[in-house]
């Protein structure tokens, strides 16, 4: 992608400062204009436009942070660099929170010059990547709604998940519980050449084992007790689409086998039938779990996962791509908002810094699941920090030692028990209410309430 050669606009009173502004800028190939005041930039801002302005903070008239403010209303994704004085700290804080991209301290070091501009080129060029790329989702059907991503990882991700849709191989998804999972499989598909044929999502962890086989390939009639009628199975309702299997972890060895026989094949029997049937479905399937760990304890067939993971996407945890925060906070609230009839429009500074510092061990549907209750509790038109569960969560860690000693996994499920049972009792033992609020279906959270011993 090349070093993004940039429109700057340098803001300073002084001549001889300016000068040699400009000469750096010019000698490391952008394109420079210059003003000598406040007036004149905010003249030149609205007859063209800018990737970046050069703020001098002290200067007769307004001082470069006004400039800057008014640059804002005026080209609200220009960036901007302020220069103060040395030692200026007040300054430097005043020019951040008015989205000052970073600052220098006079003498100013021309090399750091440099180096925040390259970082500010990139950071742009990303941005402007990103929008392409959401065009073109766009123009392929996926509403730009859909899946929000900020962070490089993401958008790379989405760029190979585009790739590959267009194939038929066979995709596995991994990442954490609440990372995207299955938003990305549908992505595959929407993507995909099958996009106008059904997408069909069996989780295979939410089907009881002895039914899972029938439910995946059907059965004939008197296949086993209760088999009344014959049954057409997920694989024969997908024909001509895409199959997203969930959880392909927790599959059982007879499942497995089954599985690998289509994947090779592309052939399969209902359960107690004897005619070998044919389906042309393409497959997707996701995991939270480590399967080459699950294949190395023989509770995963290795040839079966050599053929399901012709192409991973793992999506990153939520924590590890802290740029998507912001966005994906701003979308949920824009969504629980409309939803609830409130009219919540952001968090409060302190609020969102809690946000951004989370570490979200159920990612995105965590963070969802969060801003969901803020928008619905928030008194006025912003979230406060007391909106937020994180006073709660900080109490629970302190108290329960266990849970930092466990591993992950235990921790995790520790984590869920206790937000089906706040769920389940916030809404009265009302299943689909709770199933709502914790965004899951009413069939998964039985399975989990079954999991954990509720009653
Ligand atoms: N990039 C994103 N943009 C918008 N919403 C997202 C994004 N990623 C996840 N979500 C939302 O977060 C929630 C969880 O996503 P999803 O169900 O796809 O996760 P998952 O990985 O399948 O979780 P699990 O492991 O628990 O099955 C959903 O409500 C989904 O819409
Ligand atoms: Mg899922």
């Given at each position: 992608?090349?070093?993004?050669?940039?429109?700057?606009?340098i803001?300073?009173?002084?001549?001889?400062?300016?000068?040699?502004?400009?000469?750096?800028?010019?000698?490391?190939?952008?394109?420079?204009?210059?003003?000598?005041?406040?007036d004149?930039?905010?003249?030149?801002?609205?007859?063209?436009?800018?990737?970046?302005?050069?703020?001098?903070?002290?200067?007769?008239?307004?001082?470069?942070?006004?400039v800057?403010?008014?640059?804002?209303?005026?080209c609200?994704?220009?960036?901007?660099?302020?220069?103060?004085?040395?030692?200026?700290?007040?300054t430097?804080?005043?020019?951040?929170?008015?989205?000052?991209?970073d600052?220098?301290?006079?003498?100013?070091?021309?090399?750091?010059?440099?180096?925040?501009?390259?970082?500010?080129?990139?950071?742009?060029?990303?941005?402007?990547?990103?929008?392409l790329?959401?065009?073109?989702?766009?123009?392929?059907?996926?509403?730009?709604?859909?899946?929000?991503?900020?962070?490089?990882?993401?958008?790379?991700?989405?760029?190979?998940?585009?790739?590959?849709?267009?194939?038929q191989?066979?995709?596995?998804?991994?990442?954490?519980?609440g990372?995207?999972?299955?938003?990305?499989?549908r992505?595959?598909?929407q993507?995909?050449?099958?996009a106008?044929?059904?997408?069909?999502?069996v989780?295979?962890?939410?089907?009881?084992?002895?039914?899972?086989?029938?439910?995946?390939?059907?059965?004939?009639?008197?296949?086993?007790?209760?088999?009344?009628?014959?049954?057409?199975?997920?694989?024969?309702?997908?024909?001509?689409?895409?199959?997203?299997l969930?959880e392909?972890?927790?599959?059982?060895?007879?499942?497995?086998?089954?599985?690998?026989?289509?994947?090779?094949?592309?052939?399969?029997?209902r359960?107690?039938?004897?005619?070998?049937?044919?389906?042309?479905?393409?497959?997707?399937?996701?995991?939270h779990?480590?399967?080459?760990?699950?294949?190395?304890?023989?509770?995963?067939?290795?040839?079966?996962?050599?053929?399901?993971?012709?192409?991973?996407?793992?999506?990153?945890?939520l924590?590890?791509?802290?740029?998507?925060?912001?966005?994906?906070?701003d979308?949920?609230i824009?969504?629980?908002?409309?939803?609830?009839r409130?009219?919540?429009?952001?968090?409060?500074?302190?609020?969102?810094?809690?946000?951004?510092?989370?570490?979200?061990?159920?990612?995105v549907?965590?963070?969802?699941?969060?801003?969901?209750?803020?928008?619905?509790?928030?008194?006025?038109?912003?979230?406060?920090?007391?909106?937020?569960?994180?006073?709660?969560?900080?109490?629970?860690e302190?108290?329960?030692?266990?849970?930092r000693?466990?591993?992950?996994h235990?921790?995790?499920?520790?984590?869920?028990?206790r937000m089906?049972?706040?769920?389940?009792?916030?809404?009265?033992?009302?299943q689909?209410?709770?199933?709502?609020?914790?965004?899951?279906?009413?069939?998964?959270?039985?399975?989990?309430?079954?999991?954990?011993?509720?009653?």
């Open positions: 992608m090349g070093l993004a050669d940039l429109d700057i606009l803001v300073e009173d002084e001549p001889f400062q300016r000068e040699m502004l400009r000469d750096h800028l010019i000698r490391e190939g952008h394109r420079v204009r210059e003003a000598e005041s406040g004149r930039a905010v003249e030149l801002l609205k007859g063209g436009s800018f990737d970046l302005l050069l703020l001098d903070y002290r200067m007769a008239g307004m001082n470069g942070v006004e800057l403010k008014e640059a804002r209303r005026l609200p994704d220009v960036e901007a660099i302020l220069i103060t004085a040395y030692g200026a700290i007040e430097a804080v005043e020019a951040m929170k008015a989205g000052a991209a600052y220098l301290t006079k003498p100013i070091d021309l090399e750091e010059l440099s180096l925040i501009i390259e970082r500010i080129g990139r950071h742009r060029t990303l941005v402007r990547e990103n929008e790329l959401r065009q073109e989702l766009g123009a392929r059907g996926v509403s730009s709604d859909a899946i929000r991503f900020k962070s490089p990882g993401m958008a790379e991700l989405i760029q190979l998940a585009g790739r590959v849709a267009a194939s191989a066979t995709v596995l998804i991994q990442g954490e519980t990372t995207g999972k299955e938003l990305m499989a992505l595959v598909h993507l995909s050449p099958r106008g044929r059904p997408l069909v999502v989780n295979c962890a939410a089907i009881p084992e002895s039914l899972l086989e029938s439910e995946l390939f059907g059965h004939e009639r008197g296949a086993f007790t209760g088999a009344v009628q014959r049954r057409t199975g997920r694989f024969e309702q997908a024909d001509g689409g895409t199959l997203f969930d392909i972890g927790e599959l059982t060895p007879a499942v497995q086998v089954k599985l690998l026989r289509f994947l090779q094949e592309r052939e399969f029997q359960v107690g039938g004897e005619r070998t049937l044919k389906s042309d479905v393409r497959i997707v399937c996701a995991t779990r480590d399967l080459e760990a699950r294949v190395r304890e023989g509770l995963f067939r290795e040839d079966l996962f050599y053929r399901i993971h012709v192409v991973t996407l793992k999506i990153p945890p924590r590890e791509r802290r740029e998507d925060i912001p966005i994906l906070v979308h949920f824009e969504r629980y908002a409309r939803e609830n409130r009219s919540v429009r952001g968090p409060s500074r302190e609020a969102r810094d809690l946000l951004m510092r989370y570490d979200y061990p159920g990612n549907r965590e963070l969802e699941n969060i801003i969901e209750r803020a928008v619905v509790i928030a008194r006025d038109e912003v979230i406060s920090s007391h909106d937020l569960p994180f006073q709660e969560c900080a109490d629970l302190d108290s329960g030692e266990a849970s000693t466990g591993t992950l235990a921790a995790l499920e520790e984590l869920e028990r089906i049972q706040e769920a389940m009792e916030h809404a009265r033992l009302n689909s209410q709770a199933a709502r609020q914790l965004g899951l279906s009413e069939r998964m959270l039985r399975y989990k309430l079954k999991k954990y011993g509720f009653k």
